[in-house]
């Protein structure tokens, strides 16, 4: 084998040609435009995301700008829930039919949540933050999202924003993040903004 090309040639098969142009997608074909557009803008605020795109050639204008949401829709709601009853009413809103996820900071959390707000008649994931990635649903509720956001700041500040996009990224339609009405004047600017 003398070349990475040859690896994509078998004998039997006609020969590719591996030259050309790489042509980058802009297109967001998974997540609806409401949530991408949101995620997007907290990603944006990392700053070796922009660096790399940046630096790539890949964007005409900016990151936000060129990127093409083909999925209209969705929705973000912000909403006080960190009470397990505010929680329970979120929850027996969701419709039946469709596949809904709750996610919490913690396995502790996620006990309580089943069996504290969790509606019986209704088949709702609980699971931790750390363990959605890859996994979709069309309606994901983030409870105790705070505590979430100051832990991670905290241990992992490299993937502070890349962390939140991956969370806020799961929904296929409706989205519902936890966030008390009231943020403490301390709270770092990465997590007041």
């Known amino acids: 084998m003398n070349s990475i090309a040859d690896i994509f040639h078998h004998p039997k098969f ?11 997608l802009k297109n967001v074909y998974r997540i609806p435009s409401n949530i991408a557009r949101c995620a997007f803008e907290i990603l944006q605020n990392d700053s070796t995301i922009n660096t790399y795109y940046k630096n ?3 964007l005409d204008k900016s990151f936000l700008e060129d990127i093409e ?3 209209q829709d969705g929705s973000v709601n912000i909403k006080a829930m960190d009470d397990f009853a505010q929680l329970r009413g979120i929850l027996e809103s969701l419709p039946v039919n469709e596949t809904s996820v709750v996610l919490s900071n913690s396995k502790k959390s996620v006990e309580a949540i089943k069996e504290y707000a969790l509606p ?6 609980v699971l931790t933050m750390q363990s959605i990635k ?3 649903a ?6 105790n999202f705070l505590p979430f956001l100051q832990t991670t700041l905290k241990n992992d500040r490299k993937l ?3 962390k939140i996009y991956v969370l806020l990224t799961r929904s296929k339609e409706n989205l519902y993040v936890s966030i008390p009405e009231k943020l403490d004047e301390n709270l770092p600017d990465e997590i007041k903004a």
């Open 56 to 58: 790539s050639f890949y």
């Open 14 to 24: 006609e020969r590719i040609d591996m030259r050309g142009r790489v042509k980058n």
């Open 134 to 136: 890859g996994l979709e």
């Open 160 to 162: 502070f924003y890349r």
């Open 138 to 143: 069309q309606n994901v509720v983030i409870h």
């Open 69 to 71: 949401c083909v999925l």
């Open 120 to 125: 019986k008649d209704k088949n709702i994931d």
